[in-house]
C-alpha cells in the first residue's frame, strides 16, 4: 500500500497539512513517499495505490507548478487509485476544487477535499492525520472488495 503526496506551498502551512497527512497513513501501515512539487519524481507515481496532492490558493488558483505538474502526470495510468485534494486557504477554495477535477478526469477515486483556513493547529492538524489514515482505510476497503 503506497501513498504519494505532493504539495506546493509558498508559507509551509499546506506543507504541514502534507507532513500530517503522511503521519496518519503511517500509522496505518502505509509505505508514504512526501514531496515538494519542486523535487518531484513522477516514477515514484508508478506503483502508488494513492495520491494525495495539496496546493494552497493564491491568486484564486492553485501554484503553477502544482497545475504543470498534475498536466505533466496525465499519461500515468491513475485509475482505481484513492486520491486527496488538499490545500490551505484564506477566502476561497478554486485550488483543490480545480486538483479534485483534474484527478477525477483521470479515474482516481476522490475522497472529500480538506481544506484548513491559513496555519493549521493541533485540532487542524489532527484532521488532516485522519485524512491520511482515511486514505488507507479506503485502500484496504478497496483490496476486500476486490478479494471478494
Ligand atoms: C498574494 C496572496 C494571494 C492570496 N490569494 C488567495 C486567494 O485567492 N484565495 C484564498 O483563499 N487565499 C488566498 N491567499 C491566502 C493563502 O491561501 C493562505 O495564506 C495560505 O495559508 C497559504 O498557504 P501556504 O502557506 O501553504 O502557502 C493569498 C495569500 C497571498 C499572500
Sequence with gaps: MKL???YGTGSHNTERMARAIEEGAKTEGMETVLRNVNDVDRNELQDADAIAVGSPNYNHAMMPTVKKFLIDISDIDLSGNVGLAFGSYGWSFEATNTINEILSSY???????????????DEELEICRNAGSKIAEEIKNKEVLCAA
Design 107 to 121: 479515474g482516481v477515486r476522490m475522497l472529500e477535499d480538506l481544506c484548513i483556513k491559513r496555519m493549521p493547529g
Design 4 to 6: 504519494v503526496i505532493i
